[in-house]
T-cell receptor
């Protein structure tokens, strides 16, 4: 089974400060990890993903995420937040295995990021 | 490419009515899926398909049917609408190739069941 947890419903940060949105996961095989962003009244947009390779993944709009296998985490980060980063952020995981894995990712409940001017 | 398209954008139904939410993609993606988004619940998977003619249930399939007769289309049918089905519905598609795996989402359909 695969699952993902986003422990914070909301994250508040001042513009220009670094931001972190937390995500932890659980899988039986290898994790494929994703971050998506949703702006109001829009569908989700892909930000970045970890499949294999470097633990630090860089994505769109200056966001990055670090895969930590020992802590089963994949936190989203940005060095300097912008007001325009305010949105709903979703972490997702897919359990990849040679046999018995999942085809479709499971999404977390989402974290609302609010960046104050 | 138009990407993933969904129709209608908004729909009001009365309890017991049936309807079909349409989803189409022009990227030749093998995988397609339907999610519902509810406040505090995130995205929950309703049904998915790994190719034409192949569908399977997700986390919350009750009250919904799907079919995949072509690669492009993946309609979601509400058999007898209930107020609990009031939600925003998103269709998504992706390649089967693991290294290209990214979900492309449609703009969503807002459904209100009275």
């Amino acid at each position: 089974a695969q699952s993902v947890a986003q422990p914070e419903d909301q994250v508040n940060v001042a513009e220009g400060n670094p931001l972190t949105v937390k995500c932890t996961y659980s899988v039986s095989g290898n994790p494929y990890l994703f971050w998506y962003v949703q702006y109001p009244n829009r569908g989700l947009q892909f930000l970045l993903k970890y499949i294999t390779g470097d633990n630090l993944v860089k994505g769109s709009y200056g966001f990055e995420a670090e895969f930590n296998k020992s802590q089963t985490s994949f936190h989203l980060k940005k060095p300097s937040a912008l007001v325009s980063d305010s949105a709903l952020y979703f972490c997702a995981v897919r359990d990849y295995r040679a046999s018995g894995g999942s085809y479709i990712p499971t999404f977390g409940r989402g974290t609302s990021l609010i960046v104050h001017p | 490419n138009a990407g993933v398209t969904q129709t209608p954008k908004f729909q009001v139904l009365k309890t017991g009515q049936s309807m079909t939410l349409q989803c189409a993609q022009d990227m030749n993606h093998e995988y397609m899926s339907w999610y519902r988004q509810d406040p505090g619940m995130g995205l929950r998977l309703i049904h998915y398909s790994v190719g034409a003619g192949i569908t399977d249930q997700g986390e919350v399939p009750n009250g919904y049917n799907v079919s995949r007769s072509t690669t492009e289309d993946f309609p979601l049918r509400l058999l007898s609408a209930a107020p609990s089905q009031t939600s925003v519905y998103f269709c998504a598609s992706s390649y089967r190739d693991n290294y290209q795996e990214t979900q492309y989402f449609g703009p969503g359909t807002r459904l209100l069941v009275l």
